[in-house]
């Protein structure tokens, strides 16, 4: 909840009223670019999570958006649309199994009060979400008793089977869809819209309910009354003191230790320590897809790619105060205690982050990876490796040759979070939130891998002496 005041705090001082955010979606393939976005295979930790988050934006009064309605994260490899290979394809599931895993994280969103809700690109058995009545009007609104808005994804409309783009609005907004996201077509749909409710293909009725339902949250959040929201200094709030501290501890929080031969970690603060690797000094990849940019970016040699601190500097911060020593040349090595390796994927988002190979060296990884492995370990030095990456990847091979092992995921802007644990100044407190990967046959976790035998490391598994 504290994490979801902070965004929403940010937000609103932007002037921003609406957050899209957060994914309910337990995720069922790691192989899917929208993985990080998720919190977990499990339900029960995406609700414990998600549904904090989406509270946590009402002291603000920005309206949180629980998405993508609904099973957006158990679609099927190879059914992608848009020319993706997984994002935006088809969940096959029965409706047992809808109601029993992915409604319920649903039902808790509507009951916690969310004012939103956003249709998924995705299917279910074959029928595009947007235009599924049963789902939208039937269970959501009816069952659920949701009484926000329901907006559709990113021009989704066009997706939906029907002759043109009039009867697709017909579709759509039939169907339940509250609010058309059309930045490109808007007018085009506008006149359609209202073509249609003329000739009564759409009833006035449902035209009249979506309008209530708007209102509804403009009127809860404050914005009929001050559309501009509250006056602030948005260069002073944006990434103030108290939101670093945030960050920062969220990212010491959320790593996870998964080996650590003779306790090698943590690192003695007043040691020699080599760091390689592309990710230990570029903002961008620590931060991932979504920042600044639909897809994120990568530091440059002269400019950050957003403010904050990375996880060199962070080592070099403790190290420096402390009578140690960080360098990044390997022909400075001679004395280190070990070389600490930062690895990762490049940032990306939603289908452009599908990935069918999930190696440490192809598809989304970082091409600089495999230099920077092979340089650690030719130095002869005890190898401690930090992926930072939005999902488990293949490391089984790999792993043989290293002394110690963290998952740093996407950390965020606060690198120094990352050296506060690895330094010993906060302990490891993350879990898995999903079952690491022994092969790619065991990506899919929503259970067809079961009888591929033991993951690599299980859900919910951390190092422990």
Known sequence: SDIGAATAREVAATGVRWNFAPVVAPVGDIRWGRTYEGFSQDPARVASLSIPFLTGHEAFGVAACAKHFIGDGATIWNTGDHGYSIDQGDARMSEETLRSVYLPLYKQAVDAGVKTVMVSFSSWNGVKNHGNRYLITDVLKGELGFEGFVVSDW?????????????????????GVDMLMEPDHWLVCLTELRQAVDAGEIPQARIDDAVRRILRVKLSIGLLKNPLGPASDTQATLGDDAARALAREAAAKSLVLLKNDQGILPLAKDAKLLVLGPAADDLGVQCGGWTREWQGGRDRTDTRWVQGTTILEGLRAVAE???GRIVTDPAEADGAAAVLVVIGE????????DDGTLTLYDGTALPENRTALETAGATGLPVISVLVSGRPRLVTEELKNWSAFVAAWLPGSEGAGVADVLYGDKPFAGTLPYAWPRTLAQADTKGSSADLGKPLFPLGYAFSK
């Open 155 to 175: 021009e989704a409309l066009h997706q939906v089977e029907a002759d043109g783009i009039h009867a697709q609005i017909v579709k759509v907004v039939n169907a």
């Open 321 to 323: 105060s402390s009578g």
């Open 346 to 353: 490049r940032p990306y988002a939603e289908g452009q982050g």
